[in-house]
C-alpha cells in the first residue's frame, strides 16, 4: 500500500485524456515539468511535485481531469474493499466530518462489477470510519463537494486518488456559445498538436463553425494559458499551499504573449463558416478568449475558400452524416470541399476529421496518416493528406 501527500516532492497522478490523444498528452505533461509520464487506455500515469501538480491545472491543454492518487492496495473482494479504504491514508487529514464528498468509480473486482455499488462501499468505509472516531460523519454532495474522490479497480488492486480539476477542465470558460456539433476544447487542442502547428506558416479551417479548433490554435501559439479563468477543486484540499498556487497563476500569467515565443509574428489563422449565427458565436468565443485579433474570420461557403499565401496547415471537422439520408445530402460537400483543396491549396497539408469513412471517399484523395480519435463516443479518424 502508498501514499502519497500533496506537499510531498514526489506525487503520482493520472490526467484523464480523450482517446486517442495519449501519446500527444504525455508528450504535453513532459513539456510541463513532469517525469516518467507512460500511456495507459485514456489517461496518462506520471510523477510531479506539487508545483507542477498545480502547473498542470492551469497549462495542460489535453486532460478531461487530474487526478493525485493517494493509495493503492490489494482488492479481490468488497470487504478488502472496505478495510482498505479505511486504512489507506490518514482520514483525519483529508476528509473530517464537516467536509462534503462525492465518490466516483471505475473498473471492476470480485463482488464489485457496478460502479455505483462500489463507490457506495467506498462512502460507506469512510463515513463508518468518521463515526468511529468522531461521533460524526461527512455529507455527500453530488454537485459541489469539498472532496472528490475516485476509486479505480482492476487487476486486482484499487486505486484512490483526489480529483484536482472539479468540473472538466475541457471547459476554459470563453464558449458560452457553440455550434451543432461542438468539439470539446481539450480535443481541439489535441488534434492540432497532433498536426504540428507551430504558428510559423498559415492555418485555416473552412468549415470552423463556432471556431474552436482555431481559438485552441492561437491560444497554444500565443501562450494563453487554459486554466486562469476557473477555480478548481485542489484550492479546497486541506494544506493547501495558496503562495505556491499564486506563483504558478503569475507564471501561467506572464506566457501570454502578441508574438510567437521567438519574437516572429504569429502567422495568419483563418477560418470560413457559412451560417451567420454560427459565425456570430465564433466571434464571441474568440473575443471571449482574448484572441479575437489573431482571428481572421468570415462568411461564406467552403467551395469559395481562398487559402492565404502558403504553404500552411488545413484543418476540419465536417459533418459526419449520422443520421439516415444526411450521408447522401453530404456527399457532394466532402467532393466539393476535396476538388477546392486540390484546386487552391497546392503544397498545404490538410488534417480532416472522419467519422464516416464512407463520406471521405468522395475527396479523391489519399491519406498519409489515419490517427484514431473518439469525438463524443463517436469512432473517428484524423486524417492527414498531403496537397499535391
Known amino acids: ?147 472528490s474522490i475516485h476509486l479505480h479497480l482492476g487487476g486486482g488492486e484499487a486505486a484512490l486518488s483526489l480529483d484536482g480539476s472539479g468540473g472538466s477542465m475541457h471547459r476554459r470558460g470563453y464558449r458560452a456559445a457553440m455550434g451543432l456539433a461542438p468539439l470539446k476544447e481539450n480535443l481541439a487542442a489535441g488534434l492540432i498538436a497532433l498536426t504540428g502547428w507551430d504558428g510559423s506558416v498559415p ?83 474568440a473575443e471571449a478568449a482574448g484572441i479575437a485579433s489573431a482571428l481572421e474570420l468570415s462568411l461564406g461557403d467552403c467551395r469559395d475558400f481562398m487559402p492565404p499565401p502558403g504553404p500552411g496547415i488545413l484543418v476540419c471537422n465536417p459533418p459526419y452524416g449520422e443520421r439516415i439520408g444526411e450521408r447522401d445530402a453530404l456527399e457532394p460537400l466532402y467532393a466539393d470541399l476535396g476538388r477546392m483543396v486540390k484546386e487552391r491549396c497546392g503544397g498545404w497539408s490538410l488534417w480532416l476529421l472522419s467519422g464516416n469513412p464512407e463520406l471521405t471517399g468522395p475527396l479523391k484523395m489519399k491519406a498519409s496518416r489515419r490517427i484514431p480519435i473518439s469525438n463524443g463516443g463517436i469512432d473517428c479518424r484524423w486524417l492527414h493528406y498531403e496537397v499535391r
Open 203 to 285: 492555418l485555416a479551417d473552412p468549415l470552423c463553425g463556432s471556431g474552436t479548433l482555431l481559438i485552441e490554435a492561437a491560444c497554444m501559439a500565443l501562450g494563453r494559458a487554459p486554466g486562469l479563468g476557473r477555480h478548481f477543486a485542489l484550492e479546497r484540499w486541506p494544506k493547501f499551499d495558496s503562495q505556491l498556487w499564486q506563483q504558478e497563476r503569475q507564471a501561467a500569467s506572464s506566457l501570454a504573449r502578441e508574438t510567437l515565443p521567438s519574437g516572429d509574428p504569429l502567422a495568419p489563422i483563418v477560418g470560413m463558416e457559412q451560417e451567420p449565427g454560427v459565425l456570430d458565436q465564433a466571434h464571441s468565443n
Open 1 to 147: 500500500m502508498g501514499i502519497t501527500e500533496p506537499n510531498s516532492t514526489s506525487i503520482s497522478g493520472i490526467a484523464v485524456v480523450p482517446p486517442g490523444l495519449e501519446e500527444a498528452a504525455a508528450a504535453e505533461l513532459t513539456a510541463l515539468g513532469c517525469q516518467a509520464a507512460a500511456r495507459l487506455r485514456r489517461a496518462v500515469r506520471f510523477q510531479t511535485d506539487l508545483a507542477g501538480f498545480y502547473r498542470l491545472h492551469l497549462q495542460a491543454r489535453l486532460p478531461f481531469r487530474l487526478l493525485l492518487e493517494l493509495a493503492q492496495f490489494p482488492c479481490r473482494s468488497k470487504d478488502e474493499l472496505y478495510d482498505g479504504v479505511q486504512r489507506a491514508v490518514d482520514w483525519s487529514r483529508w476528509l473530517p466530518p464537516g467536509a462534503t464528498f462525492r465518490v466516483d468509480a471505475t473498473g471492476s473486482a470480485p463482488g464489485l462489477n457496478h460502479s455505483h455499488y462500489s463507490a457506495l462501499q467506498v462512502k460507506n468505509a469512510l463515513v463508518d470510519l468518521q463515526r468511529q472516531q468522531w461521533g460524526a460523519r461527512s455529507s455527500v454532495d453530488l454537485d459541489d463537494p469539498d472532496l
